[in-house]
């Protein structure tokens, strides 16, 4: 099977970052508090993930297309996708605009929930149930186990 132009570009991509991510984390190895914890961590398990697999797509390509018997065909986009192309930013700006407003929490569960509803195509009361877990989870990990301070907003939530 022939690699495409568009496998080896995203493989190139890939590798270019994965080794940027790589050679930051280098650079970060002195200011370790130990082997698996400090900022060094993160950028070389992103960078080796990229680089693994930039270098498998350059050299297999997307096999994916070939096991589906429509592969190769031109298939018409949803009549949403150019909404979404637009909506999805005006969302992620409005929820930029209420983060600050709000709090952390109340604005990512309502970004979530508009965003589980408009690309996920979920009813509300899954799409509220997603965004409801999501919304906890991110805080349990970022406020309470990682200490990240985020906003607090007016309704300090």
Same mark, same amino acid.
């Given at each position: 099977?022939?690699?495409?132009?568009?496998?080896?570009?995203?493989?190139?991509?890939?590798?270019?970052?994965?080794?940027?991510? /790589?050679?930051?984390?280098?650079?970060?190895?002195?200011?370790?508090?130990?082997?698996?914890?400090?900022?060094?961590?993160?950028?070389?398990? $992103?960078?080796?993930?990229?680089?693994?697999?930039?270098?498998?797509?350059? +050299?297999?390509?997307?096999?994916?297309?070939?096991?589906?018997?429509?592969?190769?065909?031109?298939?018409?986009?949803?009549?949403?996708? =150019?909404?979404? /192309?637009?909506? $999805?930013?005006?969302?992620?700006?409005?929820?930029?605009?209420?983060?600050?407003?709000?709090?952390?929490?109340?604005?990512?569960?309502?970004?979530?929930?508009?965003? +589980?509803?408009?690309?996920?195509?979920?009813?509300?009361?899954?799409?509220?149930?997603?965004?409801?877990?999501?919304?906890?989870?991110?805080?349990?990990? +970022? $406020?309470?186990?990682?200490?990240? =301070?985020?906003?607090?907003?007016?309704?300090?939530?």
């Amino acid at each position: 099977m022939k690699v495409k132009l568009a496998d080896r570009t995203g493989a190139a991509a890939a590798i270019l970052i994965g080794s940027a991510s /790589i050679a930051e984390a280098i650079r970060l190895f002195p200011y370790r508090m130990a082997m698996l914890n400090g900022d060094h961590l993160f950028p070389f398990v $992103v960078g080796s993930g990229l680089l693994v697999f930039g270098l498998i797509l350059a +050299f297999r390509g997307d096999r994916s297309a070939g096991n589906h018997p429509e592969a190769g065909k031109d298939t018409e986009s949803s009549p949403r996708t =150019p909404v979404l /192309i637009f909506a $999805v930013p005006v969302i992620l700006l409005f929820y930029i605009a209420l983060i600050q407003w709000t709090g952390y929490l109340m604005a990512t569960l309502a970004a979530s929930v508009i965003l +589980f509803k408009g690309i996920g195509l979920f009813r509300w009361y899954s799409s509220l149930a997603a965004a409801l877990i999501l919304t906890v989870s991110l805080y349990l990990i +970022f $406020v309470q186990w990682l200490h990240a =301070p985020l906003p607090s907003g007016r309704w300090l939530l």
